[in-house]
């Protein structure tokens, strides 16, 4: 069993940066891949960055790409998301997931933990 907390959510204006914690539990931390999902009202969960077990290979959404950084500390079982130049658009509750094949998938559904999530509010 793997439990996941974010953290680092909060208020910023547009134009703002923001980076997001989620730290892991369990041993197997370095082999699962992780990912970030968000969530606005009234939308459906989207695929925000993910990268796999290694933390070299990364994937962005084209929402996010060249402003969003994903990277994976193995030795802290933590992954971050540096996001820069945000917008209102960007508004959401942020959440956290490991992945236990370490496919980094761009959907939901091949993660099989996740975090509570933390908000994320841009103001224009």
């Known amino acids: 069993q793997v439990q996941l907390v974010e953290s680092g959510g909060g208020l910023v204006q547009a134009g703002g940066s923001l980076r997001l914690s989620c730290v892991a539990s369990?041993?197997?931390?370095?082999?699962?891949?992780m990912g970030w999902f968000r969530q606005a009202p009234g939308k459906e969960r989207e695929f925000v960055a993910a990268?796999?077990?290694?933390?070299?290979?990364?994937y962005y959404a084209d929402s996010v790409k060249g402003r969003f950084t994903i990277s994976k500390d193995n030795a802290k079982r933590t992954v971050h998301l540096q996001m820069n130049s945000l917008k209102p658009e960007d508004t959401a509750v942020y959440y956290c997931?490991?992945?236990?094949?370490?496919?980094?998938?761009?959907?939901?559904?091949?993660?099989?933990?996740w975090g509570q999530g933390t908000q994320v509010t841009v103001s224009s």
């Open positions: 997931a490991a992945d236990s094949a370490g496919r980094a998938s761009r959907w939901s559904t091949g993660y099989d933990y």
């Open positions: 369990g041993r197997t931390f370095s082999s699962y891949a």
């Open positions: 990268v796999r077990w290694s933390g070299i290979s990364r």
